[in-house]
């Protein structure tokens, strides 16, 4: 039979070996581009952050109330941007909480496959639209819709335009976690639930919504992250008035929205207005990380806890 | 060329001559060469020991059997053979495990080629979401083996009784045969690049009786030109397809050791043991 | 248990059921009236004019071209550069790395990273890419700035793709006599690229419609040539055009931004279709 050479080849197997060790080098240079870039984002922040400390001190810039970084006179309290982000985020999440997690209860425990299938399509589009698309809606439609309806006194930029939008912009990300959630729940709860004779909304009441409430959580935060980066949305809706506000009905400045307004304007790269980019940029990066943190923490407390 | 000793039939006499202990067995059996030889193996996954110092030899050229209830190490074993255990975390061997006279964790020895010159089939058949020619190619390919390949492959397909219901749809994908088929091609893509030993675990456990009964009568063929040891639970398919058998159990500690070996008619109608005899007539396992 | 607590529960049940569906409702009205509005302003102004001539003051006059261009040339820069890097990285957190520290570490900064906003990646290109390595406000520097900030997703699609795999195919391969790679390169990747290449158009797809992280970078917002030279010349892209015409006041700019809107949108569009179709056409040989 015509065959196959069965040598002993101990020559290729070594330089297979090297092949193999040269390869396995590169692709975990790859991986470590994830390292290096976590590392390189965090330097360049803290870098460019300690610069701008050298003129402007931390105690002012994380306790004043006064934010004026192109009109003199100059100040630096971050008071404003960071109650502004939080108030739009926190808008978002009174509109995207509610609906979401009903959304994804129903999607859950009440829907059929087949209008489930028509839904998730829904939701996933929803979250694949641009948010510049959704900063256009905001000022074309939301602010006009509320003028004409509940608030004929609203300016062209508001908080509560932003807030709405980026609700509906994070509203599949609730909705998609929390049905993870409530898919986590093992049946045997809802079964024993139902085998008692509960109604479905009870069931979701009283045994899956408190089983499934960390990943909930984690949803939460998790959005209310992606609600406090949101940059575009808020830009277009909510202006670039810096100030110290709880009223949504007032043009406000979110943090991303201050490092927008310098970048776009020729700000020379040794100003005081650059260096305070890195700075809001800075806090804006520690906020997101630490929630998403918090986000992850708690999906691997309730991951544990059933499986 | 693939050079073979001169095959000398052993003589029942020689294998026949049992001693109590399933050791001395296979001290007797190695008088006629065997391919491989096992002395003393244990297998742990992490501290839990699988298999407790099994020593055994593989007749060359012959179908041996494994055969004991489930749980008891027979597939650990078989899969120790081709170091095919060196992928799962937390996996040790004690013991030799000799094939063609060299250790098979010995320096010497590349895992690569070993896995070439021992063959496996799976339990499931796992083909490649590839053609049916590209499934049997991909040995040869891996060995750079492409001057006539077409050859080759068809060559292998007809050893493995395949050829004839494949050979108008070599480019079809190897998933659209059926199970049986399938696990012909797996076969037919172990033997085309020209193992000595192949190893089989449980290979028609998944599949239907007619199926069954063809690879059966393919490994019947296949042993004029390799050694095949195969893991099953089927006592019949033992009785039927086996030359040696070799009956495992388990122990009071959970880990498998041989409880006798021999020639397959001897085990299953003069066990030497009580344990063997009861397995044998289905009082347990 | 008297009838009236029944119908009470009953009543409360119906009442929640209404409720949930009018969230669900709700998701799908406001997709609906964005499309509808974004369709009706924007509709008009689509046509080759609008496709083949620059921005100007006079929104009649304007067109997209310059920043349509950039989009093409900063995307396929993108998917040139995430492919092998991204596919590598799964490739080395899935078959090689072990589940120790170290390799869990790579992990977790790997699902950190996609949710660090984009603004954020836009902040470190400009400080890296644009000023440090000197690369300046090109096509070049957009790319790369992007390309960091879909990587994490390319790899996080790609290792459950190539998860998705059954061991059996791997021991199969190795059974033969393959060594770690050839098993990756001839058994895994083949059986995995489906998943793989979804994962990237998608993500692909995602980079199209970034505005933030290219205005930090210097994607300028008043272009009327077209970029040649990637490593050179200034350059704009649809999104950034978008933002540029919905900030006047003038109707009619709202109008040509719609347009825009409409074209992105459009070319989104066409990119999940590519994905879907690579899906059904690659996945078609493969049913485990």
Not at chain 3, 70 to 86: D, K, S
Request: with cysteine; hydrophobic share 50%.
């Amino acid at each position: 039979m015509a065959g196959v050479s069965t040598a002993h080849r101990p020559d290729s197997a070594a330089t297979t070996r090297r092949g193999e060790a040269l390869i396995e080098f590169l692709l975990r240079a790859s991986a470590a581009i994830g390292i290096i870039t976590t590392v390189g984002i965090v330097t360049v922040l803290l870098v460019e952050a300690i610069f701008f400390f050298g003129e402007v001190s931390p105690v002012d810039f994380f306790t004043g109330t006064r934010w004026s970084a192109s009109i003199l006179p100059y100040a630096f309290g971050v008071i404003p941007l960071i109650t502004s982000t939080l108030m739009i985020a926190f808008i978002a999440l009174v509109l995207a909480v509610p609906l979401g997690v009903l959304a994804a209860v129903w999607m859950s425990e009440f829907a059929s496959q087949r209008v489930r299938s028509i839904i998730k399509p829904v939701l996933e589009i929803l979250a694949g639209i641009p948010t510049i698309v959704y900063g256009f809606f905001a000022i074309t439609v939301i602010t006009p819709l509320l003028k004409a309806t509940i608030l004929p006194d609203l300016g062209t930029f508001s908080a509560l335009s932003a807030g709405i939008v980026v609700g509906i912009l994070v509203l599949p990300l609730v909705a998609s976690l929390t049905e993870d959630a409530l898919r986590a729940v093992p049946r045997g709860l809802r079964e024993g639930s139902y085998a008692l004779g509960a109604t479905r909304w009870e069931t979701v009441r009283r045994v899956l919504l408190p089983a499934a409430l960390s990943g909930i959580a984690a949803a939460v935060i998790l959005a209310m992250s992606r609600a406090v980066g949101e940059t575009m949305a808020v830009v277009l809706a909510a202006g670039t008035n810096p100030q110290l506000t709880l009223n949504p009905t007032e043009s406000v400045q979110t943090m991303t929205a201050f490092i927008v307004q310098i970048s776009l304007g020729d700000t020379p790269a040794e100003s005081i207005q650059f260096k305070a980019l890195f700075a809001v940029g800075a806090t804006l990066f520690a906020i997101t990380f630490t929630l998403n943190l918090i986000s992850a923490w708690l999906v691997a407390r309730y991951r544990n806890v059933y499986e | 060329m693939n050079e073979r000793e001169p095959v000398t039939k052993p003589s029942v006499s020689q294998i026949g001559a049992t001693a109590p202990s399933g050791a001395t067995e296979a001290t007797s059996a190695s008088s006629t060469n065997p391919a491989l030889l096992l002395e003393n193996v244990s297998c742990w996954y992490g501290a839990f020991r699988a298999v407790r110092e099994v020593s055994l030899a593989i007749p060359r050229n012959k179908v041996t059997a494994l055969i004991g209830p489930s749980g008891c190490g027979k597939s650990t074993l078989l899969r120790s053979i081709n170091r095919m255990n060196d992928l799962v975390p937390g996996f040790r061997m004690e013991g030799e495990i000799a094939f063609e006279g060299t250790s098979v964790h010995s320096r010497a020895t590349d895992v690569i080629d070993l896995r070439r010159r021992v063959g496996m089939v799976f339990q499931k058949p796992n083909p490649f979401p590839k053609s049916i020619f590209e499934n049997v190619a991909f040995g040869l390919r891996l060995l750079g083996e492409t001057a006539g390949i077409d050859a080759l492959v068809e060559e292998s397909l007809r050893a493995a009784a395949l050829w004839d219901e494949v050979k108008d749809k070599l480019d079809q994908p190897g998933l659209s045969l059926s199970g049986g088929q399938q696990q012909r091609l797996c076969i037919a893509r172990a033997i085309a690049i020209r193992p000595e030993v192949i190893l089989m675990d449980e290979p028609c456990s998944a599949l239907d009786p007619k199926s069954t009964l063809q690879i059966e009568e393919l490994m019947r063929k296949l042993i004029r030109d390799y050694t095949i040891v195969i893991v099953t639970h089927n006592m019949q398919q033992a009785a039927r397809a086996s030359d040696y058998t070799v009956f495992l159990t388990m122990g009071d500690d959970r880990a498998g050791y041989v409880v006798e070996q021999g020639e397959t008619g001897k085990i299953f109608t003069a066990p030497q043991q009580q344990l063997t005899a009861d397995y044998v007539s289905g009082r347990f396992g | 248990m008297s009838t009236q607590t029944t119908t009470r529960r009953k009543v409360a049940n119906a009442l929640f059921g209404l409720l949930a569906f009018f969230a669900i409702f709700a998701s799908l009205v406001t997709l609906v009236a964005l499309l509808i509005d974004v369709v009706a302003r924007g509709g008009s102004s689509v046509d080759l004019q609008f496709f083949t001539s620059a921005p100007s003051r006079i929104p009649a006059k304007a067109g997209i071209l310059p920043a349509l261009v950039g989009t093409l040339w900063v995307t396929t820069l993108v998917a040139i550069m995430t492919f092998p890097i991204g596919v590598a990285a799964a490739i080395y957190l899935e078959e090689y790395a072990g589940r120790g520290r170290w390799s869990r570490l790579l992990r977790i900064n790997i699902s950190n990273l996609a949710g660090v906003p984009s603004i954020v990646y836009g902040i470190f290109g400009l400080a890296l890419f644009v000023r440090l390595l000197g690369l300046g406000r090109t096509v070049f520097a957009a790319a790369l700035t992007l390309s960091l900030l879909i990587l994490p997703v390319v790899i996080i699609s790609s290792m459950e793709a190539i998860r998705a795999v059954p061991p059996s195919q791997r021991e199969a391969a190795y059974a033969l006599g393959a060594t770690r790679w050839q098993m990756v390169r001839r058994a895994l990747l083949p059986a995995a690229a489906p998943g793989i290449l979804t994962g990237i158009v998608l993500a692909v797809g995602r980079a199209v419609g970034e505005t933030a992280p290219l205005i930090l970078i210097g994607a300028v917002t008043f272009v009327t040539f077209v970029p040649v030279n990637p490593f050179e010349d200034k350059y704009t892209v649809l999104p950034i055009q978008i933002f540029n015409w919905a900030g006047r006041p003038q109707a009619a700019f709202q109008e040509i931004s719609a347009a825009a809107i409409l074209v992105l949108l459009v070319l989104m569009f066409l990119l999940n279709l590519v994905a879907i179709i690579l899906r059904a056409r690659l996945s078609r040989t493969i049913q485990w």
